[in-house]
């Protein structure tokens, strides 16, 4: 599920957005344009409300911080479910240009998977 945040918006709108995750079962969020350079309430909302936080496995998160808060920042998320497939650091498909707009993980099991999560990106990094 592709969510764009278009910022980050009242706790109460949140909270119901990450509950609507877990009642849909949903194994991957990417989370556009929150616009956030800290990470950690993303992750603590996301795991106490969508996967439970403590209950065993944690979900698995990977940013693209944006430069600012008026715009960028993608989070992909994992379910524990299926997180423990997720390959560590693997960085070949995140954004060179340090804007935070593209990141990616990559799910190894019979095949290899790559999520990408993407808001904006510019055409100067294919030259």
């Given at each position: 599920m592709s969510l764009n945040m278009g910022g980050w918006?009242?706790?109460?709108?949140?909270?119901?957005?990450?509950?609507?995750?877990?009642?849909?079962?949903?194994?991957?969020?990417?989370?556009?344009?929150?616009?956030?350079?800290?990470?950690?309430?993303?992750?603590?909302e996301m795991k106490s409300q969508w996967t439970g936080a403590g209950k065993g496995r944690e979900a698995k998160f990977k940013h693209a911080k944006p430069n600012k808060t008026t715009t960028?920042?993608?989070?992909?998320?994992?379910?524990?479910?299926?997180a423990r497939h997720m390959a560590a650091n693997i960085t070949k498909y995140d954004d060179p240009g340090g804007w935070g707009r593209w990141t990616s993980v990559v799910i190894h099991s019979k095949t290899k998977t790559v999520i990408i999560g993407t808001y904006g990106p510019a055409e100067r990094y294919h030259r």
């Open positions: 918006e009242e706790e109460l709108e949140r909270n119901t957005l990450w509950n609507m995750l877990a009642r849909t079962k949903t194994m991957v969020a990417i989370i556009i344009d929150h616009r956030q350079t800290k990470t950690d309430g993303i992750e603590y960028g920042g993608i989070t992909v998320t994992v379910h524990p479910i299926i």
